[in-house]
């Protein structure tokens, strides 16, 4: 189980930081991801295996004016 912005989501074990976001409706070029306090840099995502305990923080960018 990892945490995602506060809430408790079950994970395959193994499963990569871009196969979870491949699941979900946020747009890749509109986001940052931290794992753990640290940023995932995006080129990374395919190569970051989400593990229990993992602590996500997914930041949308929105514009507005």
Known sequence: ???VNGTPVAIAAGKT???Y???TDYVPTRIAV???G???PK?????T???DND???????VGGG
């Not at 080129?43 to 190569?47: D, P, V």
């Not at 602590?55 to 960018?61: M, R």
């Open 38 to 40: 640290e940023i995932v």
């Open 34 to 36: 931290e794992r753990n």
């Open 43 to 47: 080129r990374l995502y395919g190569e």
């Open 17 to 19: 930081l871009q196969e």
């Open 1 to 3: 189980m990892i945490q």
């Open 55 to 61: 602590v996500i923080e997914v930041v949308s960018f």
């Open 21 to 23: 976001l491949d699941t």
């Open 49 to 51: 295996v989400l593990q």
